[in-house]
């Protein structure tokens, strides 16, 4: 005959591996760019309130977060430069000089930023403390989002214009392949392994799934009007994706390209970002000024934001030290 616990320590039991699991899945930020205001806004996922506004010089189109170093970096369009953000200090720290129209960024774990130029349809890679530029690729018209794998040994970037995904090796500095997708690429997620790339086509309305590993299309599932952000889910069950015109959120199954669930959100909803423990998402509704916080696990919005004008972009990241 087994023993039983008592009641109390079985609820410590419950508590301790509840513990065990949240440290499983670190706190992190949602940081929001809003391009009108000039300012990268901090949420509090725990309590989903603003914490901390950063005022970025211009109007900053893009950015990217290097968890190593624990920088920002936003791009300025109309002036040539990127901010360079302390996350930490809550600061913008410097500019970059780089030229050009720099929109669409990523960066790697070796300390460089990947840099799309919007009107000279280059990829400019700088390095992250001293500005130089190290080299320099062609690729298709209107480079909008880049997405590096994890490892960094890969480059996706979306050329809007041209309507295709351009494949970079970051180690060799080459064009490796240049896949055709739907109209007016904008919006590219990697799976959290890395073996498939949901691309948002803009004009056609759908995505296109794109096999990491033999470069092709496997799928290309609908989505609402005008889909201009996606996310994947940290246990790749889910693909989000956000349809400005319908100002709405698509929720995809990962495995089929079913869709599921639709979403009501704010207007011209762009930017979606997930939490790493797939509880909640974050879409920046650039026309209604808010931040739409969804519940996964009921396919609900439970909250609205308000943030400075123009949230357009938004990724989870790190805490402050």
Not at 129 to 145: D, F, S, W, Y
Request: proline share 5%.
């Amino acid at each position: 005959m087994r023993a039983r616990l008592p009641v109390a320590a079985l609820l410590s039991a419950i508590a301790i591996a509840l513990q065990g699991v949240m440290a499983m899945a670190p706190l992190q930020n949602i940081y929001v760019l809003s391009q009108d205001d000039g300012i990268l806004s901090v949420i509090d996922t725990t309590s989903d309130e603003i914490a901390a506004k950063i005022a970025i010089p211009g109007k900053p189109a893009a950015f990217t977060i290097d968890a190593k170093s624990r920088k920002a970096f936003a791009t300025l369009p109309d002036d040539g430069e990127i901010a360079v953000v302390d996350l930490d200090r809550r600061a913008v720290l410097s500019t970059l000089k780089v030229g050009g129209q720099p929109f669409g960024i990523s960066s790697d774990t070796a300390g460089r930023l990947f840099v799309g130029d919007w009107s000279a349809n280059r990829i400019s890679v700088i390095d992250e403390k001293t500005g130089a530029t190290e080299a320099t690729l062609i690729v298709g018209r209107a480079p909008a989002h880049l997405v590096a794998t994890r490892d960094g040994s890969r480059l996706f970037v979306a050329d809007r214009e041209s309507n295709n995904v351009a494949v970079i090796d970051t180690k060799k500095l080459k064009i490796l392949a240049e896949i055709p997708v739907g109209r007016a690429p904008f919006a590219l997620a990697l799976s959290p392994g890395g073996k498939y790339l949901a691309v948002a086509n803009v004009q056609t309305a759908n995505l296109s799934i794109v096999d990491t590993t033999s470069l092709r299309i496997v799928s290309t599932p609908a989505t609402g009007a005008m889909p201009y952000g996606v996310a994947v889910t940290h246990d790749n069950s889910e693909i989000l994706v956000s349809n400005q015109h319908g100002g709405t959120v698509s929720i995809l199954d990962a495995r089929t390209y079913a869709p599921h669930a639709q979403i009501k959100v704010g207007r011209y909803p762009e930017g979606v970002a997930v939490l790493n423990d797939g509880r909640k998402a974050y879409v920046a509704n650039w026309f209604s000024n808010t931040v739409s916080v969804l519940d996964l696990a009921g396919n609900v919005e439970i909250k609205k934001i308000k943030c400075p004008s123009g949230p357009r972009m938004v990724l989870a990241g790190p805490v402050e030290h």
